[in-house]
Structure formats: structure tokens, C-alpha cells
């Protein structure tokens, strides 16, 4: 057992009416605990175990332990909670001080709405052990206990949402610290990538708007803070204000951060300071600066700050624009992998949700080395799952109504653990998690046979009307502001259903499980679907998600009679008007189906609703919506339009596959064999791209030349692999391949 296990929850003592913690002006104030202690020789070795409730820092002499920052992070806090074992050696001397300060982090913020659902303590609170190891061979402990003090932070003001605020002019003084009972069976070692700083991004171009508003233009939008220099006189009070965009005008445009007030705000002291936030974070690519007469913009540096995930692909061809929507799908992943999946990481939400992380896992186990990342998610998830089998809709959970079981959102108990098994081929992931996948299917399943009780058929939808955020943000309504798409969440539903059932049925297989009534279940319920749904090969329904699931689900005994009908659509729409859902696999339909033609043109669509439009209008991460900012520079609705979501970004999957052409084969997971399957098109003449896997560099390039398409194809050793281009069949070997076929 780790020695923090030893040590006692600390919090600071409320003593006077100064001193009540989380009443009045100091709710949101952070706290520092410490204590001083002198070494009985010389050492061999020492180690911090610290974790907090609320977000901490640890120092030693004045030097901040790790390079982690909002450590614990953010998990199913009522039984889970991190902690963080750090080598100290290198910073003890014979005199030492131990310092913890901490703020309220994700469990304490008050937008109600969005509120951590469990909060098992009163206010902020430590748990801290060092543990000493001597050259003689004897070993001291140092633990969080009634011997230690504490005192509020000058970092006045902390909250997730609306910022920091540090005065400098504000007294420090020194108090007892109390001990209280909170639970040490919720401590876990730390099992999540570790969030860290991240790329800096100096000397931001100084903007005057038309409303005299000084503004910093960082030239990309990013999730982290901003470090400044000031040397303002006693009491000035200097604020920052962070935002992703200018309105039509030129001028400052929050209304899109809804009540987030992502300020940071300092007032000055006598001598000069550098500051940056130490326990919030931002979305954001403009900083409004107020309070500085004379803004040099020298002084500012924006951080990039997010989990310390290892890049593992490339991409670049003779599209621009392409090149630059892979650059915004790369930014839209690293600004909300920020410990937890988040949709945004601007507004007053910043949440964990589901549907965005399943519609995204392949394209992010492509870009980045997640399987740590996601496994630290999914243990959360399963945490939460509730004893029927129903998944959450956010992860972890949150107050927020509706919170459990939306098609589609909660299939990522299912879908997520497949598709990191896909990519890196670790059969153990499917082990973890076949029980909650189990669970999740058995849940639908068993809501479908009590919707059939007394119909007379063996299965009926089984939430043909409530709880389903259905093909969110789809645009094939009258009215494109609508949040909900046309789509039938019914239809939507069962064929989530029996997606799962069939991912659950392979996952079964593999792990040597009994499968026979889950193979049942996607038999009735792919009947039940097409007599529901479809007439002889087409939908009912007529909107591209329909005919989108249908393909990417097997349901259709007539997959090209689908095709047609969904190429039908998308040729009376002038593209896609599909939302979250349909969005993930609409290039897929069409290109595994005989229109790759088609899909290229959806791809390459410049004008709105499209990938690269946002891209014209100067996105540098992907947009919520497709409508997000019109062609007139007018906003779509304020309420729901973050201009950092990744779930649009999950095009980077197909292009990646079909456009690049690097596949695995399932069968063979995690690139233990190649599929290389480009398709390519003439608009798009030359292709570049890579993917770093357990085995090695697996790499592919080619380009039209003189009316013929010149392929290279890099292979790792040890990994079999074979081409499939252009209805040709044939095996490649180890290293370097190269051909050449007519275009």
C-alpha cells in the first residue's frame, strides 16, 4: 500500500469569520498548506504521494514537483480519485519546506447545471506523504497532519469557467489547519496521460478593434492560458479576457462562451510579476487586455495545455486546404483532450460526452497515442455505469438532465473499447471492458423486451420517443438552427443497437463467450429494422442519415439500392446536411458502395455546409456546427456554437483510410497486417501520410505523373501487408515498395 495511505485529509481551519472556507469572498479562493522539516542525514532517495480535492501543485524549497498541471484531473470523483508519486530527491536539503497549494478545480465550479453530481467534501482539501529513504538504510515519513499550516493563496479567485483572479496586495495570513474524514478507498494511483504545458505561441499580433478594444491575436485558437509580464503601479487592476473570434465588425464577440467568463484578472503590487493561471484553463485564440495602457505584446505568450499524448501521424497533399483542415482536426484533438474528452473547451460545458468521443475514436487513435488516454476515460465510464447497464451521456457525470442512455452517446461503452482494440491490438483492452460492453447491449435489449410485453413481437424499438439527442446538429430541418436533425431517433436507436450487438458478438468470439443470444438479438432486431424502416432496399425516411446508418450498420439487403438513394439525397441537399451521427460515416457509405466520386466531392465542397468551409472563413479548429459562422459573418445560435468541437473532425478516419489508403485489418488488429486501399482522385494529385504503430512506421505516398498514378508504400518488418488499388490484388513486402498503374 502506498504511503499516502498513511497520511490525513487536510483543510485549512476555519477559525474566525476570515477563515470560513467556501462562505462569502473566499468559496473560490485557493489555499496553500506546508510544512517544515529538516533531513536527519544524508539520503538515498525520497518520494511525494499528493493528491487533493480540487486541483493541487506541489513545491519543494520554492520548485514546483512534476511538470503536471490540474493534477488529479477529472474522474468519477465519489470512486475514483488520483494521486501523484513524484521523485523528490534532487530538491530536498538539510532545511526543507513543503508546500501544496490548492484550488477548486473541476469539483467545485457552480454552474449547477453541469455540476460534478458528487461532491463528498465541504471545500477544498490535501493528502500528502514523503517518504524519506537514508544512506544508512532508515526511512522517515512526513505526512499531511495537524502539525502542518495553511494560509489562503494571493490566488484570490479560482473556477473552471470564469478564471483566476491573483492579488498581490492581499494579506497572507498563516493558520491552523484541520483534519477531517473523507474517504482513502476512492485513492488510486494516477492512470491517465498526465496533462501537461504544451506548445508556445509568443509575440501575438496587436489589434485596435473599431470599438478601441485591445486585443491579442494568437493566430490559432488553442486550450490553455496566457503567461504576461507587468509592472503596473500598487492597485492597478489589469484583466484578460479570452475569446475564439472577432464579430463581423472587427470587434471583441463573447456571447458563444454563454456565462463562462474566462477572465483572468490581477491587481498589481509595488514590484513587477509574470503570471499565468495555475488552476483553470482556456479555449481560446484572442486575449482582450484591459487595464495595460501601453500593451506590448512582447510581454504575452499564450501555452497550449493538454494530455501529454505522443503524435503518431502525418498527412500533407496538393490541397491546401486539405492540409489545413488536418492541421484544425489535429488542434480540435489536442484543445479537448484535456484529461477527459470534452466537446469544448470554452463555454460553461466542457464535458466529457460520449457521442463526441465514439465518433471520434478511430480518427483519434490515428493522430495521437490514446490508449492510455482512453482507458483512464473508459474506467471512469464504467465506474458510472449504472447496475441496469445504462451508460451515462457524459463522462463522468454531471447534473444535467437526460443523463443516461442516448443512442449513439451511450454505445461509446461499446465502441470506444473496440476501436482502441482495432488500433492497437491489445485483446486485453476487450477484456477490461467486455462486462460494461456486455452490460450497455444487455440494458437495450432488455428495455426492447419490455416495450414488446403483450405486442405479440419478440422486439420492438425500445425508446421510440425520449432521451436521444438524436443526429444532433444536423441541418435537413426548416429550420437550421434546430439542435435535433429530421432523422428519426427511433430509427437512429435500433440501428445503434445493433451496431453494439455486432461489435459485442466479435468481442465475444475473441474472448471465447457464449454469443449464441446476442447473435439472436442482432438477427430479430435487424428484421424488426427493416420492416420498421425500409421498403425493398430504401428508406422510408428521407434524409441522409437514414440511408447513412443503414450501410454502415449492414442493415440493408440491398446496399445499392441504399447508395443510390443516399447519393439521390446528397445531390438535392448540394452536399451533406448530416449531423454528429451521420457525419462519422457518410464518406464511408459512400465510398464502400460506389461513390467515392461523390465522397470526394463532399470533401472537397469549399461553400457551406462543408469541411473546408469553415477553413474560408478562418477557422483553425473544427466548429460545432456547419453553420457556425454564415457567409455574411453573422453567428449562428449563441447558445450552441463553439468554434472548437472535434466530432466533424472524425473526417480524418476516412481520409485517412481512403485517401492516404493505410488501413489494419481486423482480423490481424493493431497494423500486425497492412491493408494499403487508396482511392484515389484526380483532384487531389499528389498524397502523403504515416502512422506510428507498436511495430513501426507504417508509410504511403503517391502522385499523378504523366497520366499514371506512382505509388510508395513503407512496410515494418515483421508486419505482412497488401495493396488494394484500383481493383487490383497483390501482396507487398517488408520495406520500400513501389508502382506505378494508368490513371
Given at each position: 500500500?502506498?504511503?499516502?495511505f498513511?497520511?490525513?485529509?487536510?483543510?485549512?481551519?476555519?477559525?474566525?469569520?476570515?477563515?470560513?472556507?467556501?462562505?462569502?469572498?473566499?468559496?473560490?479562493?485557493?489555499?496553500?498548506?506546508?510544512?517544515?522539516?529538516?533531513?536527519?542525514?544524508?539520503?538515498?532517495?525520497?518520494?511525494?504521494?499528493?493528491?487533493?480535492?480540487?486541483?493541487?501543485?506541489?513545491y519543494?524549497?520554492?520548485?514546483?514537483?512534476?511538470?503536471?498541471?490540474?493534477?488529479?484531473?477529472?474522474?468519477?470523483?465519489?470512486?475514483?480519485?488520483?494521486?501523484?508519486?513524484?521523485?523528490?530527491?534532487?530538491?530536498?536539503?538539510?532545511?526543507?519546506?513543503?508546500?501544496?497549494?490548492?484550488?477548486?478545480?473541476?469539483?467545485?465550479?457552480?454552474?449547477?447545471?453541469?455540476?460534478?453530481?458528487?461532491i463528498?467534501?465541504?471545500?477544498?482539501?490535501?493528502?500528502?506523504?514523503?517518504?524519506?529513504?537514508?544512506?544508512?538504510?532508515?526511512?522517515?515519513?512526513?505526512?499531511?497532519?495537524?502539525?502542518?499550516?495553511?494560509?489562503?493563496?494571493?490566488?484570490?479567485?479560482?473556477?473552471?469557467?470564469?478564471?483566476?483572479?491573483?492579488?498581490?496586495?492581499?494579506?497572507?495570513?498563516?493558520t491552523?489547519?484541520?483534519?477531517?474524514?473523507?474517504?482513502?478507498?476512492?485513492?488510486?494511483?494516477?492512470?491517465?496521460?498526465r496533462?501537461?504545458?504544451?506548445?508556445?505561441?509568443?509575440?501575438?499580433?496587436?489589434?485596435?478593434?473599431?470599438?478601441?478594444?485591445?486585443?491579442?491575436?494568437?493566430?490559432?485558437?488553442?486550450?490553455?492560458?496566457v503567461?504576461f509580464?507587468?509592472?503596473?503601479?500598487?492597485?492597478?487592476?489589469?484583466?484578460?479576457?479570452?475569446?475564439?473570434?472577432?464579430?463581423?465588425?472587427?470587434?471583441?464577440?463573447?456571447?458563444?462562451?454563454?456565462?463562462?467568463?474566462?477572465?483572468?484578472?490581477?491587481?498589481?503590487?509595488?514590484?513587477?510579476?509574470?503570471?499565468?493561471?495555475?488552476?483553470?484553463?482556456?479555449?481560446?485564440?484572442y486575449?482582450?487586455?484591459?487595464?495595460?495602457?501601453?500593451?506590448?505584446?512582447?510581454?504575452?505568450?499564450?501555452?497550449?495545455?493538454?494530455?501529454?499524448?505522443?503524435?503518431?501521424?502525418?498527412?500533407?497533399?496538393?490541397?491546401?486546404?486539405?492540409?489545413?483542415?488536418?492541421?484544425?482536426?489535429?488542434?480540435?484533438?489536442?484543445?479537448?483532450?484535456?484529461?477527459?474528452?470534452?466537446?469544448?473547451?470554452?463555454?460553461?460545458?466542457?464535458?466529457?460526452?460520449?457521442?463526441?468521443?465514439?465518433?471520434?475514436?478511430?480518427?483519434?487513435?490515428?493522430?495521437?497515442?490514446?490508449?492510455?488516454?482512453?482507458?483512464?476515460?473508459?474506467?471512469?465510464?464504467?465506474?458510472?455505469?449504472?447496475?441496469?447497464?445504462?451508460?451515462?451521456?457524459?463522462c463522468?457525470?454531471?447534473?444535467?438532465?437526460?443523463?443516461?442512455?442516448?443512442?449513439g452517446?451511450?454505445?461509446?461503452a461499446?465502441?470506444?473499447?473496440?476501436?482502441?482494440?482495432?488500433?492497437?491490438?491489445?485483446?486485453?483492452?476487450?477484456?477490461?471492458?467486455?462486462?460494461?460492453?456486455?452490460?450497455?447491449?444487455?440494458?437495450?435489449?432488455?428495455?426492447?423486451?419490455?416495450?414488446?410485453?403483450?405486442?405479440?413481437?419478440?422486439?420492438?424499438?425500445?425508446?421510440?420517443?425520449?432521451?436521444h439527442?438524436?443526429d444532433?446538429?444536423?441541418?435537413?430541418?426548416k429550420?437550421?438552427?434546430?439542435?435535433?436533425?429530421?432523422?428519426?431517433?427511433?430509427?437512429?436507436?435500433?440501428?445503434?443497437?445493433?451496431?453494439?450487438a455486432?461489435?459485442?458478438?466479435?468481442?465475444g468470439?475473441?474472448?471465447?463467450?457464449?454469443?449464441?443470444y446476442?447473435?439472436?438479438?442482432?438477427?430479430?432486431?435487424?428484421?424488426?429494422?427493416?420492416?420498421?424502416?425500409?421498403t425493398?432496399?430504401?428508406?422510408?425516411?428521407?434524409?441522409?442519415?437514414?440511408?447513412?446508418?443503414?450501410?454502415?450498420?449492414?442493415?440493408?439487403?440491398?446496399?445499392?439500392?441504399?447508395?443510390?438513394?443516399?447519393?439521390?439525397?446528397?445531390?438535392?441537399?448540394?452536399?451533406?446536411?448530416?449531423?454528429?451521427?451521420?457525419?462519422?460515416?457518410?464518406?464511408?457509405?459512400?465510398?464502400?458502395?460506389?461513390?467515392?466520386?461523390?465522397?470526394?466531392?463532399?470533401?472537397?465542397?469549399e461553400?457551406?455546409?462543408?469541411?473546408?468551409?469553415?477553413?474560408?472563413k478562418?477557422?483553425?479548429?473544427?466548429?460545432?456546427?456547419?453553420?457556425?459562422?454564415?457567409?455574411?459573418?453573422?453567428?449562428?445560435?449563441?447558445?450552441?456554437?463553439?468554434?472548437?468541437?472535434?466530432?466533424?473532425?472524425?473526417?480524418?478516419?476516412?481520409?485517412?483510410?481512403?485517401?492516404?489508403?493505410?488501413?489494419?485489418?481486423e482480423?490481424?488488429?493493431?497494423?500486425?497486417?497492412?491493408?494499403?486501399?487508396?482511392?484515389?482522385?484526380?483532384?487531389?494529385?499528389?498524397?502523403?501520410?504515416?502512422?506510428?504503430?507498436?511495430?513501426?512506421?507504417?508509410?504511403?505516398?503517391?502522385?499523378?505523373?504523366?497520366?499514371?498514378?506512382?505509388?510508395?508504400?513503407?512496410?515494418?518488418?515483421?508486419v505482412?501487408?497488401?495493396?488494394?488499388?484500383?481493383?487490383k490484388?497483390?501482396?507487398?513486402?517488408?520495406?520500400?515498395n513501389?508502382?506505378?498503374?494508368?490513371?
Amino acid at each position: 500500500m502506498d504511503i499516502i495511505f498513511e497520511a490525513k485529509w487536510l483543510k485549512i481551519a476555519e477559525k474566525s469569520r476570515h477563515f470560513k472556507l467556501f462562505k462569502d469572498k473566499n468559496k473560490y479562493r485557493a489555499v496553500e498548506f506546508s510544512k517544515k522539516f529538516r533531513l536527519g542525514g544524508e539520503i538515498s532517495e525520497a518520494s511525494l504521494s499528493v493528491t487533493a480535492l480540487g486541483v493541487f501543485n506541489a513545491y519543494i524549497n520554492g520548485r514546483k514537483v512534476g511538470s503536471d498541471i490540474l493534477c488529479p484531473g477529472w474522474t468519477s470523483y465519489k470512486t475514483r480519485l488520483q494521486y501523484f508519486t513524484y521523485d523528490v530527491t534532487e530538491l530536498l536539503k538539510e532545511d526543507n519546506e513543503l508546500m501544496v497549494e490548492a484550488g477548486t478545480g473541476w469539483r467545485f465550479h457552480n454552474v449547477s447545471e453541469w455540476a460534478t453530481q458528487d461532491i463528498a467534501a465541504d471545500g477544498i482539501g490535501i493528502i500528502c506523504a514523503l517518504g524519506i529513504r537514508y544512506a544508512d538504510g532508515k526511512r522517515e515519513l512526513i505526512i499531511s497532519d495537524e502539525s502542518w499550516r495553511a494560509r489562503y493563496s494571493k490566488v484570490v479567485f479560482n473556477h473552471i469557467y470564469d478564471g483566476e483572479k491573483a492579488d498581490y496586495t492581499a494579506p497572507a495570513e498563516e493558520t491552523a489547519v484541520k483534519v477531517f474524514t473523507h474517504p482513502k478507498s476512492v485513492l488510486i494511483p494516477a492512470e491517465g496521460e498526465r496533462v501537461r504545458e504544451r506548445e508556445i505561441f509568443s509575440s501575438p499580433k496587436l489589434i485596435i478593434t473599431p470599438k478601441g478594444e485591445k486585443v491579442l491575436d494568437f493566430g490559432q485558437e488553442i486550450t490553455g492560458y496566457v503567461e504576461f509580464r507587468g509592472q503596473e503601479k500598487r492597485g492597478t487592476v489589469i484583466t484578460l479576457r479570452h475569446f475564439e473570434t472577432l464579430d463581423k465588425h472587427g470587434n471583441v464577440y463573447t456571447a458563444n462562451l454563454r456565462s463562462a467568463k474566462q477572465t483572468v484578472t490581477v491587481i498589481a503590487a509595488d514590484e513587477g510579476f509574470v503570471f499565468k493561471p495555475r488552476f483553470t484553463f482556456y479555449g481560446f485564440r484572442y486575449v482582450e487586455v484591459e487595464g495595460i495602457e501601453k500593451v506590448s505584446p512582447a510581454d504575452f505568450r499564450a501555452i497550449a495545455v493538454y494530455s501529454d499524448i505522443k503524435r503518431t501521424s502525418s498527412f500533407e497533399c496538393s490541397v491546401p486546404l486539405l492540409n489545413r483542415l488536418y492541421e484544425n482536426i489535429l488542434w480540435g484533438q489536442r484543445g479537448n483532450f484535456l484529461d477527459v474528452p470534452t466537446d469544448c473547451p470554452q463555454r460553461d460545458e466542457r464535458l466529457g460526452w460520449t457521442g463526441d468521443a465514439q465518433v471520434f475514436a478511430k480518427t483519434a487513435a490515428i493522430n495521437f497515442d490514446v490508449k492510455k488516454f482512453f482507458t483512464k476515460w473508459l474506467n471512469d465510464l464504467r465506474a458510472e455505469q449504472l447496475p441496469d447497464g445504462n451508460i451515462p451521456n457524459t463522462c463522468p457525470v454531471n447534473k444535467f438532465r437526460n443523463g443516461y442512455g442516448s443512442t449513439g452517446w451511450a454505445d461509446a461503452a461499446v465502441i470506444v473499447p473496440w476501436e482502441l482494440y482495432l488500433a492497437y491490438g491489445d485483446v486485453g483492452i476487450l477484456r477490461r471492458y467486455y462486462p460494461m460492453m456486455k452490460g450497455w447491449v444487455d440494458y437495450m435489449a432488455h428495455t426492447a423486451e419490455a416495450n414488446a410485453h403483450g405486442t405479440g413481437k419478440d422486439f420492438v424499438h425500445p425508446w421510440r420517443a425520449t432521451g436521444h439527442y438524436g443526429d444532433w446538429l444536423a441541418l435537413d430541418k426548416k429550420d437550421i438552427f434546430s439542435v435535433v436533425g429530421r432523422t428519426d431517433t427511433g430509427l437512429i436507436a435500433t440501428a445503434y443497437l445493433i451496431g453494439s450487438a455486432k461489435i459485442l458478438v466479435k468481442t465475444g468470439k475473441l474472448l471465447g463467450q457464449d454469443v449464441a443470444y446476442y447473435e439472436k438479438l442482432v438477427e430479430d432486431a435487424s428484421e424488426f429494422f427493416r420492416n420498421e424502416y425500409m421498403t425493398g432496399g430504401r428508406m422510408k425516411q428521407d434524409t441522409e442519415t437514414a440511408c447513412v446508418l443503414a450501410l454502415e450498420f449492414g442493415l440493408s439487403e440491398d446496399p445499392i439500392a441504399t447508395a443510390a438513394q443516399l447519393d439521390e439525397y446528397v445531390e438535392k441537399a448540394g452536399g451533406l446536411n448530416t449531423g454528429f451521427l451521420g457525419t462519422a460515416y457518410i464518406l464511408y457509405a459512400l465510398s464502400d458502395n460506389g461513390y467515392a466520386s461523390r465522397a470526394y466531392d463532399l470533401l472537397l465542397k469549399e461553400t457551406p455546409p462543408s469541411w473546408l468551409y469553415p477553413i474560408t472563413k478562418g477557422a483553425t479548429t473544427v466548429w460545432e456546427r456547419w453553420n457556425s459562422i454564415e457567409p455574411d459573418g453573422s453567428f449562428a445560435s449563441a447558445g450552441m456554437n463553439s468554434l472548437n468541437h472535434y466530432a466533424y473532425g472524425a473526417v480524418f478516419g476516412w481520409m485517412f483510410t481512403n485517401l492516404v489508403g493505410i488501413n489494419y485489418d481486423e482480423s490481424a488488429p493493431g497494423y500486425a497486417r497492412v491493408v494499403y486501399a487508396p482511392i484515389p482522385d484526380k483532384r487531389i494529385t499528389r498524397v502523403k501520410g504515416s502512422i506510428d504503430t507498436a511495430r513501426g512506421t507504417v508509410s504511403a505516398e503517391y502522385e499523378l505523373k504523366e497520366g499514371a498514378w506512382r505509388f510508395t508504400v513503407t512496410i515494418p518488418a515483421g508486419v505482412e501487408a497488401v495493396a488494394r488499388v484500383s481493383g487490383k490484388e497483390f501482396a507487398l513486402k517488408e520495406g520500400r515498395n513501389e508502382f506505378t498503374l494508368n490513371g
